[in-house]
């Protein structure tokens, strides 16, 4: 209507506003305000565009959409009203009632927007449980909460550490072999060596059966010195999941956990000291002969002391 225009043009032009500012705001072409302010519907397709566009342009000038329509309608009806009682009613008109007409674009421009928004509605509902459902699967692959199970992660790190520890005690226990055995060499050379010495510089005209005392020595330094090359062997075995610390001859040789079932095996010259974290969790064997490991236990947790056996 022109005077709807009339106003929104007034408002426009009182703001400083031209047709592009308004356009790239409202996104509402240039035609369609020009129309709007001259009151020419015959521009838009259907009244319900008509109507938006007003609501939009109106609201961006600051001014009530819904108030400026009202007016639209209060004139428009009263228009209709005086047309039908200048002009007799059309019984074989093929035309259709406006407002018929213009309630039912109304009516199917509405249906299609709330299928669109439902549409939206449950495709993001769809996105958001798919991605729901992925990151729930992603985070259980990490995440074990069997009880008393170690992480699969933490059982690789484990054992590799065990492989580790396993091979430096291999290395250290050839070493204190070799050194073992050569210092058991040495002690038995000179053990052997001294005695005749000795007897050759006190007794030069010694007899033959005197001889045989050098020999008897011998054999008793051989008998001392297999009795020192002879280690003590410590055996574990777990029964479940146990954390243990084993010293040998007061060095540290091995600190972690032994998974279920595995088995360990250690030498010393001495002695052992084991410390065990849970004790109905391993089988300690010493020398062949099985320790009690629970005798001393506090909470399950004890400390045993294996010295060497003769």
């Not at 509902?125 to 069997?146: H, P, Q, R, T, V």
Request: glycine fraction near 6%.
């Amino acid at each position: 209507m022109k005077e709807i225009g009339k106003i929104l043009r007034e408002k426009r032009e009182k703001l400083g506003l031209n047709f592009d500012k308004v356009h790239r705001v409202t996104r509402i072409q240039e035609k369609y305000i020009l129309a709007i302010e001259e009151g020419d519907e015959s521009v838009f397709s259907a009244e319900v565009y008509y109507k938006s566009f007003v609501k939009s342009y109106a609201k961006f000038l600051g001014l009530s959409g819904e108030e400026l329509l009202a007016q639209y309608e209060k004139r428009k009806n009263l228009q209709s009203g005086d047309e039908e009682g200048e002009k007799p009613a059309q019984t074989c008109g093929y035309k259709t009632n406006p407002d018929a007409k213009t309630a039912k674009a109304k009516s199917s421009d509405e249906r299609k927007s709330d299928l669109k928004k439902l549409f939206i509605t449950v495709l993001i509902a769809g996105i958001l449980c798919a991605a729901f459902l992925y990151l729930n699967k992603n985070i259980s692959i990490f995440i074990d909460d069997s009880p008393g199970r170690i992480p699969a992660l933490e059982q690789k790190k484990i054992l590799h550490e065990q492989k580790e520890q396993e091979q430096r005690e291999q290395l250290r226990l050839r070493e204190i072999a070799f050194e073992a055995r050569k210092n058991a060499e040495e002690e038995s050379k000179n053990r052997i060596l001294k005695p005749e010495n000795v007897s050759s510089q006190a007794q030069p005209d010694i007899k033959p059966v005197a001889a045989q005392a050098p020999a008897a020595t011998q054999a008793g330094n051989n008998t001392a010195a297999a009795s020192y090359v002879k280690r003590q062997e410590l055996e574990i075995v777990a029964v479940e999941n146990v954390w243990i610390k084993v010293d040998s001859d007061g060095r540290e040789i091995f600190q972690g956990t032994i998974v279920k079932g595995d088995k360990k095996n250690w030498k010393a010259d001495n002695e052992f000291t084991v410390k065990i974290g849970y004790t109905p969790g391993v089988n300690v064997y010493f020398n062949g002969i099985k320790v009690d490991v629970n005798k001393g236990a506090v909470q399950d947790v004890n400390t045993l002391v294996l010295k060497r056996q003769q």
